[in-house]
């Protein structure tokens, strides 16, 4: 490998890289923790290190109950005593700008409450455009690489227009729960990118912009893509049990996905249907008179469940389509750190391989003579040959000792980090599809209560009959 991956720093206890010129301290060699795993994986023993600081402590154990909606509607008012939530965000208010024909875009509010002594105040209120949301999501990811960052929603989720109000309220609710999960994050939220994102205004937010690197992805993806299949069967079962699990929960995520388009479907259909019963049923009243009296109740109940049904099908996207869709994102990032810390290791055990031989090469160059060398035949001095084969091979060793020891340095770094972060994830993911599935319970329960309401009106006005 002719450029090994560069040492990765380990952030301090505010989430900040050190400065190049900085010592990077070694980190301890120790196993890292298997945290557990998602319920549709095997377990993995063990828990993950806690986080470095108290702050991050106090945000892990920390489970925010209330519905993701409801966040950005309460636009987060107030900071907790406890300073549990000393960072909360949340995006309101999209509003497009038509400036001609060739240029209009969307603007939406970020307002953010905090008591962080490194904010220069308590409360901010920015605009910013999708595309300066995923330019945070790509400098995060570029400074962060040994981090979970949550996933950008995705561009063109609905088959809609990206400027009609649904589409709109759709986004605006994803870029909430983008922002909402980056805040809570005990090291992503220490972020000084994230905090001129939260807090500049638009030239100093352009300025900002303009002096942060630009790196789109993990430059190793490319290289990942090469590990040997026989290699990846051999790296840390640990991490293999992690891989797998995030796997298998994510087909699974995906099987929801399937089943959500055909519920959509069918619930579609049964409105219509509905809509044709009512139809029916009032064509056959106007013969039957003992039904008259009932046709009024009976047509309300029908339509008003057409109704319902139809609701239940347009806003199916936005309470349940999209969270599973950004669970599956989600899992994808998890999927390629883990694949990420594979090629660090696999880098680490290429140097070292290379390291061996170079060492095995300088034990036969100190046993042999050199004069059936090539350079003797030509008359040069074997013993002069010799020595500059073994100087050369020294600066090879070298070499090659120091990128060993920089390539394991950041195997351990990777490897204390990614429990951490697959705990944090497994919690995260586990929580929001609860609160998911919990919001689409309640829906429900409320279409079938207003149902029955209904129809007990119909059963009320046959009984009069």
Known sequence: MDEPPAVLKEEDDRG?????????????????AAPAM?????????????????????????????????????????????????????????????????????????????????????????QRRFSDFDWLHD?????????????????HALKLDKFDPVFLEARRAALDRFLHRISMHPVLSHSETLRGFLTCNAPDFASLKRDRERSIRDRVSDSVMQISAKFLNDLDKQFAELRGGALKYQERLKALELVSDKYRAATLELGLGLQEVGISFGALAETEDYLKEATPSLRFALQHQAEQWADVSHTQDASYTHPVREAIQYSDAVIALLKRRDYLEWTAEKLAADLLNAQNDRDKLESSDQKSSIGALFGKDPAKIKQEKLDKNKELIASLTKQTENAQNNVAIANGAMSAEFERWTLQANTELREMMVQVSDAHIHLFETQIAAWKQVEEALARE
């Open 38 to 126: 998602l319920t549709v994986s095997t377990a993995a023993s063990a828990s993950a290190p806690a986080p470095a600081t108290a702050q991050a402590k106090a945000a892990d154990k920390v489970v925010d109950r209330q519905p993701l909606d409801d966040r950005a509607q309460k636009a987060r008012d107030t900071v907790p005593a406890d300073g549990r939530y000393d960072l909360t965000v949340a995006v309101t208010d999209p509003e497009v700008h038509d400036v001609n024909i060739l240029d209009t875009y969307v603007m939406y509010t970020v307002n953010t409450k905090t008591n962080r002594a490194d904010f220069s105040g308590t409360s901010f209120s920015v």
């Open 16 to 32: 900040f890289l050190p400065s190049d010129d900085e010592e990077v301290p070694a980190p301890k060699k120790t196993a890292a």
């Open 139 to 155: 400098v995060l990811m570029h400074e962060h690489p040994n981090h979970i960052v949550a996933p950008m929603p995705l561009k």
